[in-house]
């Protein structure tokens, strides 16, 4: 109805057809620009309800895992002069063993030789798990984390009514209003700190 009263007033306006055409034809653009306004408002409010975040920098950046980086690396230090120290000894052992070679048979050589290998390879068996113990102990204070962090997100995802949070490795395409991992990181520290408390011990 709106469109037949729109066309009869421009029919009447221009007598000249190409007036009339041109009249229009600019008529129907302001109204598709109109259309494409509304559905720009639509999407901009529909991706305000998606959240990302970037975990990785979640962790990195927060009070909590600063403190068990620089934890985890005095353990990484001090193991690394453990490791030293051991194969120092073994290289002495090892030394001294070959001198005792020339004053013994070569049974009893042999079978001094057998138990220092194998004590060679319980020491460096030993070490080793010490250093992927402590490979993955990164991984368990950032499970321990994104736990203890999951119910200050979901407060943050009601605070501005997002129904959606989303890993940001994971999207390909998003605006920089989307990412809160820089507010998520300022409450999560305000309530976590740097995780010396009981319940979230890096220790």
């Known amino acids: 109805m709106t469109e037949n009263r729109t066309l009869t007033l421009l029919c009447r ?3 000249d057809p190409k007036m009339f055409l041109r009249a229009f034809l600019l008529t129907c653009s302001m109204a598709l620009l109109a259309m494409g306004h509304v559905n720009a408002q639509q999407i901009e409010f529909a991706a305000g309800r998606t959240l990302v975040v970037d975990t990785l920098q979640l962790f990195n950046k927060s009070q909590f895992g600063i403190r068990a980086a620089q934890h985890l690396e005095i353990q990484g230090a001090q193991l690394a002069e453990e490791n030293k120290g051991k194969e120092i000894a073994l290289s002495e052992e090892e030394k001294q063993l070959t001198a005792l070679r020339a004053t013994m048979t070569a049974e009893k050589f042999r079978i001094l030789a057998d138990e220092f290998d194998q004590k060679v390879q319980t020491t460096r068996a030993e070490q080793l798990a010490k250093t992927q113990a402590l ?9 321990t984390f994104l736990n203890a962090a999951a119910p200050i997100l979901q407060a943050l995802m009601l605070e501005v009514g997002a129904t959606v949070l989303l890993e940001r490795r994971n999207v390909v395409l998003s605006t920089n209003t989307a990412d809160i991992t820089a507010i998520a990181i300022s409450q999560i520290d305000g ?10 011990s890096v220790d």
Do not use: C, F, K
């Open 13 to 15: 306006q221009y007598s």
């Open 135 to 143: 490979s993955t102990q990164i991984e368990t204070q950032r499970n």
């Open 191 to 200: 309530v976590l700190g740097d995780g010396s408390q009981p319940a979230t």
